[in-house]
């Protein structure tokens, strides 16, 4: 079940057409963030990046659209799945109503609230190989547009079919100055002993929110040092760990890319944390 402007529908329903404008144009955003036994983990963090977003888009933000009201409509799909005491996925997509072209007749919008069943409670570290490479047909604009979670995610789709094609778990997306971005998925983080790095926004990479979390996270630990700058391809291969984020995975480590492998164990201790920080959050 689904829930599409306050109605909710059988999945298998067509209630979309052919003059939706994230099908014509990639006119949409979307949001996927973690429920936890009917409660939105980060809900708050990914709501202002939708409003930020909205904003940047120039689409007309609802007055109704309040964190509250997104939130009672999440529960309601929950509630139509059975999922509402379970783990689940959140998707809320965003898109502006039919009509123009490249040149909306309205910036009101629709949106969309999908849920689906999640096996662990919170995130966990995942113990099988994780094999990654450079995905260099197609680059990540360096621009604020590339921070935005929108529906354009044609270079993530072409990225994962030649991951399947080649037997690699995911791969890193460079930037026009040959800078490393982020995975196809997933903000990018190099460990260095103690020391931490992540591109900064201004290289392209997605707001990712767990990225920001771990931000802000480890800038208040001891012992650990954050920096947001850019990566080379050649620093990959001197690094003690590499791991990604995402709002559904939480860290993943990656264990080897080309003839490096990889350690695991500050990807571990940040998960901890992160963990009790979303069961708070």
Known sequence: MVNCDGIIYDKETAFLDHNNRGLRYGDALFETMRSLGGRLVFWEDHYLRLMSSMRILRMEI??????????????????????????????????????????????????????????????????????????????VNDDFLSTLKTNNKILQVVGSIFCSENGYANCLLLNQRKTVVEALNANLFLVEGNNLRTPPLTDGCLNGIIRKKLIGMVNKLEGYTLEERSISPFELQKADELFITNSILGIRSITRYRKAEYKSEVAKDLLGKLNALARLG
């Open 62 to 139: 609802p007055m109704d659209f309040t964190m509250e009201f997104l939130e009672t409509q999440v529960r309601r799909v929950l509630e139509a799945n059975v999922l509402e005491d379970e783990t689940a996925r959140i998707r809320l997509s965003v898109y502006r109503q039919p009509g123009g072209r490249y040149l909306p007749d309205s910036r009101e919008v629709s949106w969309i609230i999908e849920a689906e069943s999640l096996e662990a409670p919170f995130y966990i570290a995942g113990e099988t190989p994780y094999e990654i490479e450079l995905f260099k047909d197609f680059y």
